[in-house]
């Protein structure tokens, strides 16, 4: 089989592939998170927010959530009941107790 044939053959099928990932994943909200940061700020966001009071407004909150760096270092991670994430926005500090359907905002 000559050169040309193969490289039509992988073009069609390249191209069958790409339109079946685009009707496949059109429409839902698919994202990967590699790093542990991404894969902790996911899961905050899929649970009910409470802030503690004298905190952040919610707008404000979304707005520089993405930005935040969660700190394992000084986090405390594996209790049975809530793993409790420190996460900074420039200077500002503050704690998130990440319980399985709720995520508590402290200062």
Do not use: H
């Not at 790409?18 to 940061?37: A, S, V």
């Not at 009071?53 to 707005?63: P, Q």
């Not at 959530?65 to 405390?76: A, I, K, L, M, P």
């Amino acid at each position: 089989m000559s050169f040309i044939k193969r490289l039509g053959y992988y073009l069609v099928g390249l191209s069958v592939g790409l339109i079946f990932l685009f009707f496949f994943f059109n429409g839902k909200r698919t994202q990967c998170n590699y790093t542990p940061d991404a894969r902790v700020k996911n899961d905050i966001q899929q649970k009910k927010w409470i802030f503690e009071s004298g905190f952040y407004t919610i707008n404000d909150t979304i707005k520089w959530f993405d930005n935040t760096d969660v700190r394992f270092s000084e986090s405390t991670v594996g209790l049975d009941s809530c793993n409790v994430y420190k996460l900074r926005y420039n200077k500002d500090i503050f704690y998130v107790e990440n319980c399985k359907k709720v995520a508590f905002f402290r200062r």
